[in-house]
Nanobody, 126 residues
């Protein structure tokens, strides 16, 4: 059974940084899966933030390139999201997700991702 557990969320002031982690178990991490970070702000739809494919290719939402960096440590079966220059609009519950094989073409909502963590809250104050 694939399990994803997020950590690293918290409360920071605008301009601050956080690093989210996603510990994965139950599969061969990083070799045959697309991994992604998604977020859901209060009253809004879930949206894709960043993803990394089995070949290491990364993609980012238009609102975060240059501020967020997705990476993975295959030896530790862990996915990361380094978030810098945080803005109040980044406040949301952040979720780690995974799906077998190449990354789905659809990235906005995460509809084709099979495995999800429970999320970690990020709150950015102005």
């Amino acid at each position: 059974q694939v399990q994803l557990v997020e950590s690293g969320g918290g409360s920071v002031q605008a301009g601050g940084s956080l690093r989210l982690s996603c510990a994965a178990s139950g599969y061969a991490f990083g070799y045959t899966y697309c991994m992604g970070w998604f977020r859901r702000a209060p009253g809004k739809e879930r949206e894709g933030v960043a993803r990394i494919g089995p070949d290491g290719t990364t993609n980012y939402a238009d609102s975060v390139p240059g501020r967020f960096t997705i990476s993975q440590d295959n030896g530790k079966n862990t996915l990361y999201l380094q978030m810098n220059s945080l803005k109040p609009e980044d406040t949301a519950m952040y979720y780690c997700a995974a799906t077998l094989g190449a990354c789905p073409a659809e990235f906005t909502t995460g509809a084709f991702y099979s495995y999800w963590g429970r999320g970690t809250q990020v709150t950015v104050s102005s």
